[in-house]
């Protein structure tokens, strides 16, 4: 069975430009979660969604988007890139939103901002 | 404020050495607290899930335990091959809507010798 699938794997994007990372649920998984590793730190939740709709977000600047389509792939969307926005992005599938239900992670997009 | 502290950061084995990593925690009410797997440079690999103070899990070389302020993961006998960076993280409940992302400690890198 497919697990979480990022693409693309690695991106090199110059500061003020805009990126797309794009993610793909665990088949049956309805929420997605978006995160953001730097190195020598935990991942840290951006947002959250369900059913198509923003159930939560974390603490991160309005140049930080997303989006969920029908069949539950997600979107994250990141304005001006600045130096600091280097880092893995992770994508987490559940299949339910809330509860006690694990989240798994997909490899990660690697991003570098110069 | 909900938190995680990891302990310790880094932690060096030879095979056959058993130890143990500590995740200490802070939440309002905890949903649930997990354990994740990561290889450098790749996504966090689910391990455990665990819900309530007493609660055991295990899995080959590894055990993790739950106390109402710290979870304990047991390694017995670690081979070269469980070398990797441990996370734990917290979910907390959030009441009058529901909120599903986790809280991540730095983890804990653990390097075990042959």
């Known amino acids: 069975d497919a697990g979480v699938t990022q693409s693309p794997t690695h991106l090199i994007k110059t500061r003020g430009q805009h990126v797309t990372l794009r993610c793909s649920p665990i088949?049956?998984?309805?929420?997605v979660s978006w995160y953001q590793q730097v190195l020598g730190q935990g991942p840290q939740f951006i947002f959250q969604?369900?059913?198509?709709?923003?159930?939560g977000r974390g603490n991160f600047p309005d140049r930080f988007s997303a989006r969920q389509f029908p069949n539950y792939s997600s979107e994250l969307n990141v304005n001006a890139l600045l130096l600091g926005d280097s880092a893995l992005y992770l994508c987490?599938?559940?299949?339910?939103?809330?509860?006690?239900?694990?989240?798994?992670f997909g490899p990660g997009t690697r991003l570098t901002v110069t | 404020e909900d938190q995680v502290t990891q302990s310790p950061e880094a932690l060096r084995l030879q095979e056959g050495e058993s130890s143990s990593l500590n995740c200490s925690y802070t939440?309002?009410?905890?949903?649930?607290l997990f354990w994740y797997r990561q290889d450098p440079g790749k996504g966090p690999e689910f391990l455990f899930t665990?819900?309530?103070a007493g609660e055991e899990k295990e899995k080959e070389r590894l055990k993790a335990t739950l106390t109402k302020k710290e979870s304990f993961l047991h390694i017995t006998a670690p081979k070269p091959e469980d070398s990797a960076t441990y996370l734990c993280?917290?979910?907390?409940?959030?009441?009058?809507?529901?909120?599903?992302?986790?809280?991540f400690g730095k983890g804990t890198k653990l390097s075990v010798k042959p």
């Open positions: 665990l819900y309530s």
């Open positions: 969604y369900y059913e198509k709709e923003e159930r």
């Open positions: 939440v309002s009410g905890l949903r649930g």
């Open positions: 088949s049956g998984h309805k929420s």
């Open positions: 993280a917290v979910q907390a409940m959030v009441y009058g809507g529901s909120q599903g992302n986790l809280i």
């Open positions: 987490a599938s559940s299949l339910r939103q809330g509860e006690n239900y694990e989240q798994y």
